[in-house]
C-alpha cells in the first residue's frame, strides 16, 4: 500500500487534533486535559482511517489520488471505502478512546498537599488499573458502539466531503483551499449529526465500570438514559461537537490534501 496517505492522516489527525482538543475538554478541568495522550495515539488512528479509505477506494475504482478529481468515482464506492475505513478506525481507535475519556472525565482535582489522589495518575496508569480491575477486556469496553457510530458515520463524512468538493469546483479541476476548508467543515458537522446519540451511548458505556457496572449492554444503556434523561439524551453534546467538528476536519482534510498533492 502506498505510505503516502497513512503519513497524511498522521500529520492531518495531528493537527486537527491540536486544534480541537480544548472542545473535547470544555466540560472539564483545562482545556488541554489530557493532551499528550491523544496527540500520538488518535493521530496514528487517523492515518489508519484515511490510509485504509484511499486504498480501499484505488482498489474499487483504480484511479490514483492525484486522478481522483479528474476521473470522479461513484459515490457508493466513497461510501464503501469510508465504511470500511470507520471500521478499521474503530478497532484500532477503541483503547486509546476508552483512556482518553476516563482520563479527561476524571473529577479529582490534581494531585495537591492535602487532596486526595487522582484515580489515574497519566495514560499508562490508567491502562494499568483497567488491566487489573477490569481484565484485558476492559479496554474495550463500548468498542462494539463505537464501531457502530463510525462505520457508517465516515461513510457519510467522506460522500459528504466528495459532493461539496465537486459541487463548488468546476469539472477537471481541483477543488481550492476555501472549498476544501467548508466541504472537510461540513462533511464534520453532518457526520457528528449522526454520530452523536451513539457517542453519547459509547462514552457511558465506557465509563461504566468505575464503580461497579451500570449497563448490561447496549440497548440496556439506551433504554436507561432515556428512562432517566428522556429522548434528547440522545443529543447531548450536539453543539459542542458540531462546533468542535467543522475547524477540525477543515484543517484536517486541507492539511490532507495539500500533503498529497505535495508529494504527487
Excluded at 492531518?12 to 499528550?36: C, E, N, Q, W, Y
Aim: proline share 7%; charged share 15%.
Amino acid at each position: 500500500m502506498p505510505a503516502e496517505e497513512f503519513v497524511a492522516g498522521w500529520v492531518s489527525g495531528a493537527l486537527g487534533l491540536v486544534l480541537g482538543h480544548p472542545f473535547d475538554t470544555i466540560k472539564v478541568l483545562g482545556f488541554f486535559k489530557g493532551m499528550s495522550f491523544p496527540i500520538a495515539s488518535i493521530a496514528l488512528v487517523n492515518s489508519v482511517l484515511f490510509g485504509v479509505y484511499s486504498n480501499v477506494l484505488l482498489a474499487l475504482t483504480t484511479t490514483p489520488h492525484q486522478e481522483r478529481w479528474t476521473h470522479p468515482p461513484v459515490y457508493m464506492d466513497v461510501f464503501i471505502a469510508g465504511c470500511l475505513g470507520g471500521f478499521v478506525q474503530a478497532y484500532c481507535l477503541a483503547p486509546f478512546d476508552l483512556i482518553k475519556v476516563r482520563l479527561q472525565n476524571q473529577t479529582e482535582p490534581r494531585a495537591q498537599l492535602g487532596s486526595p489522589r487522582p484515580r489515574y495518575r497519566g495514560p499508562l496508569h490508567c491502562m494499568t488499573s483497567i488491566l487489573q480491575n477490569e481484565g484485558p477486556q476492559g479496554l474495550f469496553r463500548g468498542s462494539g458502539t463505537l464501531m457502530l457510530r463510525d462505520t457508517p458515520t465516515l461513510g457519510i463524512y467522506f460522500v459528504s466531503y466528495e459532493w461539496l468538493c465537486r459541487y463548488y469546483t468546476p469539472k477537471d479541476q481541483n477543488p481550492n483551499s476555501a472549498t476544501v476548508l467548508v466541504a472537510g467543515g461540513c462533511a464534520g458537522i453532518a457526520s457528528w449529526v449522526t454520530a452523536t446519540p451513539l457517542d453519547v451511548i459509547k462514552c457511558r458505556m465506557q465509563m461504566d465500570g468505575l464503580k461497579g457496572r451500570v449497563y448490561h449492554g447496549l440497548l440496556d444503556c439506551m433504554v436507561s438514559s432515556v428512562q432517566q434523561e428522556g429522548p434528547q439524551v440522545f443529543f447531548r453534546g450536539l453543539i459542542i461537537n458540531s462546533a468542535r467538528a467543522f475547524p477540525v476536519n477543515a484543517v484536517t482534510f486541507l492539511s490532507y490534501e495539500y500533503l498529497l498533492r505535495w508529494w504527487g
